[in-house]
Nanobody, 117 residues
Framework: QVQLVESGGDLVQPGGSLRLSCVAS????????MEWYRQAPGKQRESVAV???????NYEDSVKGRFTISRDNAKNTVYLQMNSLKPEDTAVYYCKATFRDGNPIYWGQGTQVTVSA
């Protein structure tokens, strides 16, 4: 079946960096919009960054200038480079794949990012 597998989450100090990866299997990756979401304890899941199948990119305001989303279609992988991390970036980060017409949609299982001194 389709799988999205995230990795790269860790405990990091404020100001540090992490790179998250999400590897997709059993989908035509290049035709999907890929998105990173995050969910902090007690909060709703929110979109952090998105990259479309034609490489249009958008970011949530609080991460602009600090996070960079990219994709490698040859590796079926989407990345999220996170720099200048803040405690408020602490959350479980999820990868989402959406086909061109909005269906189907797939989610990964999430990876924990904790920013703390």
């Amino acid at each position: 079946q389709v799988q999205l597998v995230e990795s790269g989450g860790d405990l990091v100090q404020p100001g540090g960096s992490l790179r998250l990866s999400c590897v997709a299997s059993r989908i035509t990756f290049s035709r999907y919009t890929m998105e990173w979401y995050r969910q902090a304890p007690g909060k709703q899941r929110e979109s952090v960054a998105v990259i479309t199948d034609d490489n249009r990119i958008n970011y949530e305001d609080s991460v602009k200038g600090r996070f960079t989303i990219s994709r490698d279609n040859a590796k079926n992988t989407v990345y999220l480079q996170m720099n200048s991390l803040k405690p408020e970036d602490t959350a479980v980060y999820y990868c989402k794949a959406t086909f061109r017409d909005g269906n189907p949609i797939y989610w990964g299982q999430g990876t924990q990012v904790t920013v703390s001194a």
